[in-house]
């Protein structure tokens, strides 16, 4: 199974900062990286699809990079409502593993 | 606009057979675009991807649940589900139904969750 590491596992920031939340695959996975957001109680929300193109109806302060096995997503200037946890997915091969998380608190 | 939704029993005894059901509305599950999937959320810890079903019928199923798990459809009810065997606390989890989409294979739309709790 390909292994997602998201770094750092957790986040404490302000809003108006700007964010960068790392996913390194265990082997190359080409541009297959997808990205999600979760609320508490809530599903997961798709963001963005092969590693950098956003979902119709995301921000635009919400930005993903990188291939192979370095992927990143930023945000540019934090939102009240962007604080909640959120998983890269690797879909290059099955199983379609995701990242533990990386949880984005209010400082 | 796709919207899916999980039922089932919220309670299972251990070695029992967990069943859950994906109820898909605005539009058709034997669409040949349409592939279906299940994923779980244990209590506080992150995502594990279940398996899918392609419209074809093929099923892709995660290795380390795959001898006990199995997706299907129905298409005279518009549903897919999932029945996973022999149950163990550990199955203990919030169970998301949610479609495969695209080249890239994301998840959109997801239904709301289940919670299924394996206890006696």
């Known amino acids: 199974d390909i292994q997602m590491t998201q770094s750092p596992s957790s986040l404490s920031a302000s809003v108006g900062d700007r964010i960068t939340i790392t996913c390194r695959a265990s082997q190359s996975i080409s541009i297959f990286l997808n990205w999600y957001q979760q609320k508490p109680g809530k599903a997961p929300k798709f963001l963005i699809y092969a590693a950098s193109s956003l979902q119709s109806g995301v921000p635009s302060r919400f930005s993903g990079g990188g291939s192979g096995t370095d992927f990143t997503l930023t945000i540019s200037s934090l939102q009240p409502e962007d604080f909640a946890t959120y998983y890269c997915q690797q879909s290059y091969s099955s199983p379609y593993t995701f990242g533990q998380g990386t949880k984005l608190e209010i400082k | 606009q796709l919207q899916l939704q999980e039922s089932g029993p919220g309670l299972v005894k251990p070695s029992e057979t967990l069943s859950l059901t994906c109820t898909v509305s605005?539009?058709?599950?034997?669409?040949?675009?349409?592939?279906w999937g299940w994923i779980r959320q244990p209590p506080g810890k992150g995502l594990e991807w279940i398996g899918y079903i392609y419209y074809s019928g093929t099923t892709y199923y995660n290795p380390s649940l795959k001898s006990r798990v199995t997706i299907s459809v129905d298409t005279s009810r518009n549903q897919f589900s999932l029945k996973l065997s022999s149950v163990t606390a550990a199955d203990t989890a919030v169970y998301y139904c949610?479609?495969?989409?695209?080249?890239?294979?994301?998840?959109?739309?997801w239904g709301q969750g289940t919670l299924v709790t394996v206890s006696s």
């Open positions: 605005g539009g058709s599950i034997s669409n040949s675009n349409y592939n």
């Open positions: 949610a479609r495969p989409t695209g080249s890239y294979n994301w998840f959109d739309p």
